[in-house]
Structures are given as structure tokens and as C-alpha cells.
């Protein structure tokens, strides 16, 4: 059997989970606090005919040897954690992280999840949550007559209470940060959780070393730059022909083989 026909399907099937993973970075080009992702490959095995160094005669070696690759697989598909652009909102419960670090929430099965989405909100009762009602974690809850709330680039939460001109502080935020973020495990729903790759999670406060600020009234975008993902997907799409295009010239190079005599 001609290797060629398995080595092009095996390629075929890397750049379609390229395409799966281009897609879904366009489909989150809106999403507050999105990190694109990136698919990695690597080469899988190869079938040795000769190897390199090899005896190829009186006093003399293969300087190459023979080698033949059986394809591609697929290693990792990878998130890039650079800042996105800031959004102005004027809203005083959206924040954004300026630098590294995630918010907390806690989450329905009481495990603590990890976001970058800053858009909070207040529950009935106060409670700062996030857009899926997680609150968030050490819980802060506003006052029913406060009036403003502003929060501080170290994550000091303040609200003015009644007709009170003197600000009461109602929290502090608190960031985590890991070692290697890129191994945190993705929920959905804006929300990552630690694995053993990733770490454990690091507390601190907002300013502190290996910790960005917290920006106010502000929301990070989506760090996907839809110009690179789309000669990205033209690449994939390319890609996928060619090796289209190898399995049909494979197959009538076989159809050749049937018809010798």
C-alpha cells in the first residue's frame, strides 16, 4: 500500500482541527476576556530503510540514511494569554486586569473557577457575581443604599452610602496568578480551571509583583486579531487541498499498479 495515501489523511485531519480551532477563535472575537487559541503539530513516526551513519561500503557511511515520515498529529492547541484591548464602559462594577493575574469566582459546585471576564454585576441581595451569577471570590457584597462605587487600581472596592460624602470600604479584590497559565483546563462560560500542568494558584493583590492593576470602568476585549486569523485559515484551507489533492494523485498512481499486465 502507498504510504502517501494514510501520511495526506493524517494531514487532512491536522489542518481540520487548525480550521475547528481558527473558527472558534472568530466566533469569540467579542467575547470580553477571550484568549485565542493556537494548534501546534508534530511529526509522528518515522519508518527507517536506512540509518543515518550507516555502513555504506569499504570505509564509508550514509551520510543521510533513509528515512520516510507517516504523517502529522496533533500536540497541543495552546491559549495566548497576551492582555486584549481595553473597552470603555463607564460602568463602575466592570474592571480590567492591566497585566497578569485572574479574578476569582466561586462556582455553583463550590470549586473556585479563574477568569479575565471583568463584567460584574450585583445579585438581589448585593452580591458582587459575574454574568453567569458566580460570585465573586473573598465574596463582596454592596450596600442596598449605597449611591457610587469606584474601584481602586489595587482592587479596593468603595461605595458611598446615603447622603454620606465619605467613601466606606466594602472589599478588597484579590488576583491569582499561575506558573504556566497555559495549562489551565477551559470551562466555557469565560471560566478556567487549575490542572496539574498549570500549577497552583498564586494569591496577591493587585500592583504587586507578577500582578497586573485593576483598570475601572473598563473591559478587555478579545486578544483574537481577526487579520491573522484569516490568512490562518486561508493557510489551513490550502494545506487541506494539497493533501486532498496527494491521495487522489496516490489512488491513480495505484489504479496504474492494477492495470499492469
Not at 165 to 180: A, H, K, S, Y
Amino acid at each position: 500500500m502507498i504510504k502517501s495515501l494514510t501520511t495526506a489523511a493524517t494531514g487532512m485531519q491536522a489542518q481540520q482541527q487548525n480550521m475547528d480551532t481558527i473558527a472558534n477563535n472568530l466566533a469569540n472575537v467579542s467575547t470580553n476576556g477571550f484568549k485565542r487559541s493556537r494548534a501546534e503539530f508534530a511529526a509522528l513516526l518515522y519508518q527507517t530503510q536506512k540509518e543515518p551513519g550507516a555502513a555504506s561500503g569499504l570505509n564509508s557511511v550514509s551520510p543521510t540514511g533513509v528515512q520516510t515520515g507517516l504523517g502529522v498529529r496533533t500536540a497541543s492547541v495552546q491559549k495566548d494569554f497576551e492582555v486584549g484591548n481595553a473597552k470603555v464602559t463607564n460602568n463602575p462594577l466592570d474592571m480590567m486586569i492591566e497585566g497578569s493575574g485572574f479574578f476569582q469566582v466561586q462556582l455553583q459546585d463550590g470549586q473556585i473557577g479563574y477568569t479575565r471576564d471583568g463584567a460584574f454585576k450585583k445579585d438581589p441581595a448585593g452580591v458582587i457575581v459575574d454574568k453567569n451569577g458566580n460570585p465573586l471570590s473573598p465574596q463582596i457584597t454592596v450596600p442596598q443604599n449605597a449611591t457610587a462605587i469606584d474601584v481602586s487600581s489595587t482592587g479596593q472596592i468603595s461605595v458611598l452610602v446615603g447622603n454620606s460624602r465619605e467613601p466606606q470600604n466594602i472589599g478588597q479584590i484579590q488576583l491569582v496568578n499561575f506558573i504556566n497559565p497555559a495549562g489551565l483546563k477551559a470551562q466555557g462560560k469565560n471560566v478556567f480551571v487549575p490542572t496539574g500542568a498549570s500549577g497552583l494558584p498564586q494569591q496577591g493583590t493587585p500592583g504587586q509583583p507578577s500582578f497586573g492593576q485593576i483598570a475601572g470602568q473598563q473591559l478587555e476585549g478579545s486578544n483574537v486579531n481577526i487579520v491573522d486569523e484569516m490568512v490562518n485559515m486561508i493557510t489551513a484551507q490550502r494545506s487541506y487541498e494539497t493533501n486532498s489533492k496527494v491521495i487522489q494523485a496516490s489512488d491513480q498512481m495505484l489504479q496504474y499498479m492494477n492495470q499492469l499486465r
